[in-house]
């Protein structure tokens, strides 16, 4: 990327002058507003040709971009080499500035894997973070409950250990999972390494969807053993073949090829968009996410799947084909993502035929997801309104913090704050308070050792006062609180 940037327009100078004075080159251009805030940024192949666009009387604009363009005060531009390039820096900045009016997707957690450790007797363990060459990943899967949901179903089929090395390394006799079935029990050598392995390799060629090969290899184990006159052993592998079959009518994708692919798709209802994301892997369904897209309005549906593809694989692994229910610009991502890939990935908008019937499910876990928001909200409108009658409240008030004391024995006394406000909990505005210099179980000091170090702060202007506090407790913690406020 180029060091390259237009001059900053100055106040002094007029937008029209800085207008004619971009460049016709790719780049990035920032929206800026009269007081210096970044209102908007975007990526363009062509700077001037772009960024003039929103001030021609012809254009036509969405309503969230005209409100915007109403505000521009001024225009930074960076240019780049290419209009991948831009699109990369773009994302950078939409992460690290969030414009107001940029189409925004929280997704603050990283995806987890399922590992496949590299000790003699590898373990089956959920994992979320950095990933070490000496073991085997899987994934990424769109949340955790279908990393474990997977490892419980590996479990019946391939009986893979799951305990802790501290565990596995200090153990006398089998534990439960060995007694249900879930696991061979190598932390007392009940199966040799050469067994395991098998077990082991097995497991992988699952997980990468090589169905075929593990059914053979199961049948030509329970064979053997059935000729070697091993019947109990034939029966296990018999146990593993039918529970492999189970597992494959449940999961696997209506597909004749065991590819990972995602599937995207956007949609609007009830004054909401959401897109949710389907991931499949190695030809089987790994489970859905849904995205709720911030600063969209409800004729944004393009803009918002344009926004969560770069947004999202731009900082997540990519899978061979992207699937998406509308059709978007996706010729700059593709070629970015496939240099950063070294390896063609496939964008393909309106997808037919299977493809298409699992956008259409993708759409249906996208309604599902917003219908569910808006029942949780009208849920917690009625709770909030019956409170506001019990006590006596205006409707005004709408942010209510809570407090907890908790200890054990007296000793290591702890104070909790949650926050609700505007129809939901505010879980970024949590605080959690250490009391110190108190007697070891004064409940009623420590309640107003927190109120007042969580009050103080606010009086000082590092927060807002809320409209109701609520504590645990009885009159003794009421009426510290009560002086506390006084």
């Known amino acids: 990327m180029t060091a390259d940037r237009s001059p900053p327009p100055a106040a002094s100078i007029p937008l029209d002058e800085t207008l004619a004075h971009l460049p016709h080159r790719p780049g990035v251009y920032r929206m800026i507003g009269a007081g210096g805030e970044v209102l908007y940024v975007g990526k363009a192949l062509d700077l001037r040709k772009r960024v003039t666009s929103y001030f021609q009387k012809t254009a036509a604009l969405s309503p969230r971009i005209q409100v915007m363009v109403s505000q521009v005060a001024s225009i930074d531009t960076t240019v780049t080499r290419s209009e991948s390039e831009a699109l990369l820096l773009e994302n950078n900045l939409i992460k690290s500035l969030s414009p107001r009016y940029n189409i925004l997707y929280r997704d603050d957690k990283s995806y987890p894997y399922l590992v496949v450790t590299g000790q003699t007797f590898p373990r089956l363990a959920f994992h979320r973070g950095a990933l070490d060459k000496k073991n085997r990943y899987f994934g990424p899967f769109p949340h955790a409950s279908a990393v474990r949901e997977s490892i419980q179903l590996l479990q019946k089929v391939f009986r893979l250990r799951t ?58 184990r329970m064979q053997d053993a059935a000729e070697r006159f091993a019947y109990e052993d034939a029966a296990l592998y018999r146990d593993q073949i039918r529970s492999l079959k189970a597992v494959q009518a449940r999961q696997f994708v209506n597909s004749s090829k065991a590819l990972d692919a995602d599937v995207v798709a956007v949609v609007r209802e009830q004054g909401m968009i959401a897109v949710n994301l389907v991931m499949i892997r190695a030809g089987i369904h790994r489970g859905d996410r849904t995205f709720f897209a911030q600063n969209a309005r409800e004729d944004d549906e393009g803009d918002a799947v344009e926004a969560f593809l770069t947004q999202h694989y731009l900082s997540t692994p990519v899978p061979d084909a992207v699937y998406v229910n509308r059709g978007v610009d996706t010729e700059a991502l593709s070629t970015l993502l496939a240099e950063r890939q070294g390896r063609p990935v496939h964008i393909q908008t309106s997808p037919t035929g299977e493809r298409r019937v699992w956008v259409e499910m993708a759409e249906q876990n996208a309604k599902l997801a917003i219908g569910q928001r808006v029942a949780t909200h009208q849920a917690q409108e009625a709770r909030l309104s019956a409170l506001h009658e019990a006590l006596g409240l205006p409707d005004t008030a709408q942010r209510i913090e809570c407090f907890d004391i908790s200890h054990t024995m007296g000793e290591a006394t702890v104070a909790s704050c949650v926050v609700y406000d505007q129809g939901g909990m505010r879980t970024s505005e949590y605080r959690r308070f250490n009391i110190s210099g108190i007697t070891p179980g004064d409940d009623y000091a420590a309640m107003e050792q927190a109120l007042e170090r969580r009050y103080r702060r606010i009086v000082d202007g590092e927060g807002r006062l809320p409209d109701l506090v609520l504590i645990d407790g009885g009159r003794g913690q009421l009426g510290r609180a009560v002086q506390v406020m006084q």
Do not use: K, M, W
């Not at 501290?166 to 190598?186: E, G, K």
């Open 163 to 220: 305990c802790r090395d501290t565990v596995f390394a200090n153990r006398s006799r089998p534990c439960l999972l060995h007694q249900i079935h879930r696991c061979t029990a190598p932390c007392v050598g009940l199966i040799d390494e050469a067994a395991y392995a098998n077990d082991v390799r097995d497991a992988a060629l699952f997980l990468e969807g090589r169905h075929d090969e593990v059914r053979r290899s199961l049948e030509a």
